[in-house]
């Protein structure tokens, strides 16, 4: 039997991004995007609140196509979004960008399993966390999953670059 799983909106939760939404859409101007990447660029990223991928590129909203996970990390789903974003949207280039200080790169795979038990009690080990102590090794299997990903364009440009979360600066990796 399933269970009923529908809740009410919790208004007290989100009570201050309601609240900034609403002072944000009262200045709202349509500049009429479309969804495509006119940069032609896309750049996976770690979810990491630090990383703001647009200005550390010099780019805008509308420019590029930005895909986000713990530790930047290239999984099916980022593969088959960048399939739609090369043959759909404009993607003609991908810059692989993960970033120092990152918990991803900094622990075994157990010991985030170990944290995840530890911080509530569940038994996360069914999830592949895809934690890395090898960044450079990390973002060099990434790239390779990118470059030989049967379903995107054999001329895509792909290019890694580890984001420095201290000095704002991006570090070119020869892959």
């Known amino acids: 039997m399933l269970h009923d799983t529908s809740r009410p909106f919790p208004v007290e939760d989100f009570a201050d991004v309601l609240e900034s939404n609403a002072a944000f859409a009262q200045s709202f101007v349509d500049q009429g995007l479309t969804g495509r990447a006119a940069k032609g660029l896309a750049i996976i990223t770690c979810m990491d609140s630090r990383i703001d991928p647009l200005s550390i590129v010099g780019m805008q909203a509308g420019d590029v196509k930005i895909l986000r996970n713990a530790g930047a990390r290239v999984t099916e789903d980022v593969l088959r979004t960048l399939v739609l974003a090369t043959h759909l949207l404009g993607v003609e280039r991908v810059l692989v960008m993960p970033h120092t200080d990152c918990r991803m790169a ?44 049967p379903f995107l364009p054999a001329d895509l440009a792909v290019a890694g670059a580890i984001y420095d979360v201290r000095t704002g600066q991006l570090t070119t990796v020869d892959l």
């Not at 966390?129 to 990903?149: C, E, P």
């Open 106 to 149: 900094s622990a075994e795979e157990d010991a985030v399993h170990e944290a995840i038990y530890e911080a509530s009690g569940i038994d996360a080990r069914s999830l592949e966390i895809r934690t890395s102590m090898d960044q450079l090794g990390a973002l060099a299997s990434d790239i390779t999953r990118i470059r030989t990903f």
